[in-house]
């Protein structure tokens, strides 16, 4: 999570001699990959203070022994801002930001393969005045393609350095560092940059035109593998079934595969757990450790394989060019209910978590198509989800095959996925029908050429989600877990007490006190329990369930029982159903509601998030309750 | 060669035409933006006169929206047929 900056190192890093670089590029350049094998794992993710955009900065030395913060700034096709990612982009440039020191140096990047779409943006940036360096970036590819530069005559008719670079070989990167170095004989100029308007843009384009036409010695081909690609994946009927079948694959990986390494960790934990209990039975630290800090953690962190293979997928639909593909397939869906296609990327980010999902928004231009993205975001079904979603699934819906070839437990994990969907864009209608009327805005949305993804990259990529998953379960849940126990353990009960201990316990007495509120849905106070800590994060309601149902077992044989055991034997099938269908709605994270808070700016967002989230969650449990009472029975 | 001037939004996949005019006036349904925002944003993606466009893919419902080739495949650019309605193009034979 990027909430909160680590600004210790960063001080010690601005006070000292350094320079400071923006990376810039349009998107689909190759900037993040150039980004990665510049700084490496030295990356650090933090927000601009009162705007809410990621700042990405990372770290390397030059030859020469300088120090250099490098500012990786999204992906813009202009200087001029029309959504707040662009905004940032433009402001780091022209150093609005307090906090931050001004940038000596631009790194442009441009695509070698469609100079056209980069250099636009390369003659906006040397208005500012600011020194520029060229990253010739994809140099390889271009030449594959038949495409050869004249780079000398490029570099003396932008009057700036260009280095020919390939991010995903690492070739060119080393020249790319050694001319930072040199950067001292680079003029600052005074800043001509204005907003271009119609005719400035027409101009820009006119320029590049010639540009191009004096360098370019050879014209390379187009990629044909895209256009290839492309019939088969922008097909009407076919693409929509490929888009379908992804999907589908990526929620039985997660359900087939990820399964597998979880099963190791949960054999590792559940040994710890019983090694520490084993070690002092009546003490009270020991029962803190095993019960409630070992029991606790380990149950959630049990579903990071879970969480890598599906960011592992974002990761991948993404690097491909996929994704705007599938923006393409659904715009169309997606605009049914009046929502732009571009929202389909930060909705499907949303399936890993709802917090990058609801910041990835950013790349809406209209503050209305925002924020009813930013409100049906948490309908997605985040990873975090899946703990409770398996724990349940695991212990009521049996293992079966069916249609001969799609595991029942995979299916109904798919259907609760599917229903997050449904509703998120039956809630966007009713935000478009009655809260936010007016125009549609357009859709212009490049589709990159596919590229294979680079496992650098992806590796990079992929440490991110698991190392705030894994921060998260060391600091949050760690925390709660032990808050949970102490509830659950204290008071401590009456010397001949005949129910199990956590009855007599303040979580207990709380349970109690709320269940009539939730006994029309169905739920017990050992649910309502979990789910006030759950509102921490959603995954920490299956370690208290673990934590009350170890605390409470009658006997050792039930602490040792594993959870879905135990809940088989606890809870009806209706409850179970009812609690599911309670997590597909309700609004069970508070960092969401935060985020929501922070990208909107206002309280009235994140208030009607949680509003309509509750009502809703508690509308559907109560039908899901009924009718699985009424049918059951 | 046809000289006489399309929306872009009449051609078929598999055909092509050279842009000569955007013309916000013939929007058929107002889209959120100020005037010259719209041509503004189709000119930064690099649809501006003389560019040579190929319909390449028509989304499934109501054939929306459209996948355009810029320039033999410089760049792939999606925009909704509500948009293309005001590119202007002239037509060019397909071989």
Known sequence: MSIAANTNGEINLETSKHLRIALVGKPNCGKTALFNALTGSRQKVANYSGVTVEKKHGYFKTPNNTLVTLVDLPGTYSLRSRSPDERVTRDVVFNQFKEENSIDLIMAVVDATNLSGSLRLVLELKQTGIPVVIALNMIDLAKLRGFEYDIEKLSSLLNCPVIPTCAIKKSGVTDLVAEVDRYNQLEVTANKWQEPDREMVREYHKEVHSIIKAIEKRKGMPSLWSARLDKLFLHPVLGLFILLAILFCMFQAVFSWATIPQGWLQDMFDSLQAYVAALNPNSFLVSLIANGIVAGVGSVIVFLPQILTISLFIILLEDTGYMARAAFLMDKLMGGVGLHGRAFIPLLSSFACAIPGIMATRTIENRKDRLVTILIAPLMTCSARLPVYTLLISAFIPVKTVWGFANLQGLVMFALFAAGIIFGLIMAFIFKTFFFKGDRQPLILELPSYKAPNLYNVILELIKPAKSFLRRAGTIILSVMIIIWFLSSFPLPPEHATGPAIDYSIAGIVGKFLEPLFRPIGFNWQIVVALIPGMAAREVAVSVLATIFALSGANDDAIRESLTVVLQHAWALPTALSLITWYVFAPQCISTLAVAKRETNSWQWPTIMFIYQMVLAYLMSLVVFNLAQHFIH | ?95
């Not at chain 2, 000119?43 to 989304?59: A, D, N, P, S, T």
């Open chain 2, 1 to 95: 060669m046809d000289n006489k001037l399309i929306s872009l939004a009449k051609l078929k996949v598999g055909m092509s035409g050279v842009v000569e005019k955007i013309d916000e006036a013939l929007l058929p349904h107002n889209v959120e933006l100020e005037a010259g925002e719209l041509e503004r944003r189709l000119l930064e993606i690099g649809i501006i006169e003389g560019v040579r466009i190929k319909v390449m893919h028509f989304g499934l419902i109501k054939k929306d929206p459209i996948a355009l080739q810029l320039n033999d495949g410089e760049i792939t650019v999606a925009i909704r047929r509500n948009e293309a309605e005001i590119i202007l193009v002239n037509q060019l034979e397909t071989k």
